[in-house]
């Protein structure tokens, strides 16, 4: 876990602060969306720009077909964020969430419901985890960076041009599950190289 930025001891703290934001952040989204979200155990990785082929070649062997959005968040805790729905998501999440069908399925709407959902994961998760590290941040508006588009194709768009992966970094992972369903969706934060000395500043702190 991250043992190539952080010593031993270091990356404990780490890995027990995000676990303990992401049980906050978990606890504050199923209350706001009627308990429907559950979260895998986050992983947390030292990665570099050549990891970015790694995690592609994850996407494609896991999804057909996927849809990307994507956020920055920035301040003292800065990096970029992906939301990955594979291609049964949208359905899943008009069952779950009650969305009405007079709003119709156009790709507006199925955008609009994707982005609101993602936003409210990813905002509620940085905040969190900055939080913990007691290190400021803000998260910009989502963009969908990728629409349904077959993983192959959508895989070689994620993160295109982030200055997160300049030199060694940390790569944030988390899958979560609909209520009642065993579709997977994932969120990735990938931390800007430069927060490295900030972060390790904050673990000392907590040791």
Known sequence: ???????????????????????????????????????????????????????RERLIKTYDRISIIHQEFFGEFSGDIAVIYGPASYTALREVLGFDDRDGDGRRQREELLL???????STCITEVAAQLGLRTGVRPPRMAVFDLESIEAAQKLFDDSTAWKGQTLQISIIFHLEAHQLPFELLFTVNSDCMPMIKESLIKHL
């Open 1 to 55: 876990m991250a043992e190539e930025i952080f010593n031993a001891d270091e990356a404990d703290v780490l890995g027990e602060m995000v676990n303990i934001a992401m049980g906050k952040a978990g606890a504050t989204l199923a209350e706001a969306f009627s308990g429907f979200v559950h979260m895998r155990v986050p992983e947390i990785h030292a990665v570099n720009s050549s990891a970015m082929n790694e995690t």
């Open 116 to 122: 609101e959902l993602g936003n409210a994961m990813s």
